[in-house]
């Protein structure tokens, strides 16, 4: 906390504070001094504070961009190439655009042979064009042949 001294007169008690993101010095209430951690002058430098301090390796529940903890059973990974909109990717979907030297479509399904989902390893992991190709498979099984070739099931 950055308080560099206390104020008191007739209206109650005050701190001049500095802001923890742009060092400007302000006055606050000894109310709201108390509540937070950090001071900041204004909103845009909370925010400011917060995108840079409490993202990624700044934030204390930080787990070197590993979810394990998804209710659906698949293991999410941290994307640093993402700047907007979903920060995470399924790591079988990862594991699959790196065997295949190319990013997935949205539309592409990448199915788990052992049905483990947190088993990732590619001899694991095969790739449909979409769901109703994925679909067709579960129905008819190893003499599925798809868009991508026939599927050969392991003994």
Not at 80 to 109: A, D, N, T, W
Request: hydrophobic share 30%.
């Amino acid at each position: 906390m950055s308080i560099l001294e206390k104020k008191s007169n007739v209206y109650g008690c005050s701190f001049i504070c500095k802001c923890d993101t742009c060092g400007k010095k302000f006055t606050r209430k000894a109310t709201w001094v108390n509540r937070t951690k950090h001071q900041f002058c204004n909103q845009e430098c909370a925010s400011k504070y917060k995108s840079i301090e409490v993202t990624g390796a700044g934030n204390g529940r930080w787990r070197g961009g590993i979810n394990l903890g998804r209710t659906d059973g698949y293991i999410a990974i941290y994307d640093v190439k993402k700047k907007k909109g979903r920060r995470y990717k399924m790591l079988h979907r990862h594991v699959m655009e790196q065997s295949i030297g190319r990013e997935l479509l949205p539309e592409e399904i990448v199915h788990h042979i052992n049905g483990d989902r947190k088993d990732n390893r590619i001899e694991n992991l095969m790739l449909f064009a979409n769901s109703s190709e994925h679909q067709k498979f579960h129905e008819f099984g190893k003499h599925f042949r798809g868009a991508y070739g026939s599927v050969s099931m392991p003994a």
